[in-house]
């Protein structure tokens, strides 16, 4: 089954305690981002990446980093979590191309920073 | 820069009647346009999508045609059922990187 998994699903942390978030899609899409779900904002891309080793900010990066070795895996890390960062997280592939492609969306991951 | 404006606040209507989310845009182009929809405790899921200007994207009963000269692709359910609740997204495809840059969003809340 085509999809996109993000694990945890849900995390509980203290400020300052370095987490990871990982992305894994099965679709061998080039495309993978990360985005952050909050009330009355919508989503808001943090960083993106069309290919291995290819990542860019998106429109909220601070405090995030991302890296992609490998075309399936994109994790998201938060070196030093704080408060600002409880969110909903999504993680979403597609592919690239001259086309207009549906991004896959994973389940989602619901960060709590006390 | 690109961007998407929903109508503000919720929508809540009883079985059957008729669904109209507003959608505009400000692109530089012409942006591929879509909607997505989020159930309880899921991640988003395309609902359906248009590439150019009088396109009309259609999935389950929803409609939305592409407005070049109004800049707007208005979501539309001609008699909605209590499984359409859910979160609608409106979104552009930014062209050249596949960015997506989606509106704030529409909880729509369908009552028996």
């Known amino acids: 089954e085509a999809q996109v998994t993000q694990n945890p699903r849900y995390l509980i942390t203290v400020t300052g305690k370095k987490l990871t978030v990982t992305c894994s899609q099965n679709?061998?899409?080039?495309?993978m981002s990360w985005y952050r779900q909050d009330p009355g904002l919508g989503l808001r891309q943090i960083y993106y990446s069309m290919n291995v080793e290819v990542t860019d900010k998106g429109d909220v990066p601070e405090g995030y980093k991302v890296s992609r070795k490998e075309k399936r895996n994109f994790p998201l890390i938060l070196e030093s979590p704080s408060p600002n960062q409880t969110s909903l997280y999504f993680c979403?592939?597609?592919?690239?191309?001259?086309?207009?492609?549906?991004?896959?969306f994973g389940p989602g991951t619901r960060l709590t920073v006390t | 820069g690109d961007s998407v404006t929903q109508m503000e606040g919720p929508v809540t209507l009883s079985e059957e009647a008729f669904l109209t989310i507003n959608c505009t845009y400000t692109a530089t182009g012409y942006p591929s346009l879509f909607w997505y929809v989020q159930y309880p405790g899921e991640g988003l899921q395309l609902l359906l999508k248009a590439t150019k200007a009088d396109d009309k994207g259609s999935n389950k009963g929803f409609e939305a045609t592409y407005r070049k000269e109004t800049t707007s692709f208005h979501l539309e359910k001609g008699s909605v059922q209590v499984s359409d609740s859910a979160v609608y997204f409106c979104?552009?495809?930014?062209?050249?990187?596949?960015?997506?840059?989606f509106g704030k969003g529409n909880q729509v809340v369908v009552i028996p």
């Open positions: 679709m061998n899409h080039e495309y």
């Open positions: 979104a552009l495809l930014y062209y050249g990187n596949n960015r997506l840059a």
């Open positions: 979403a592939s597609s592919q690239t191309g001259s086309g207009s492609y549906e991004q896959y």
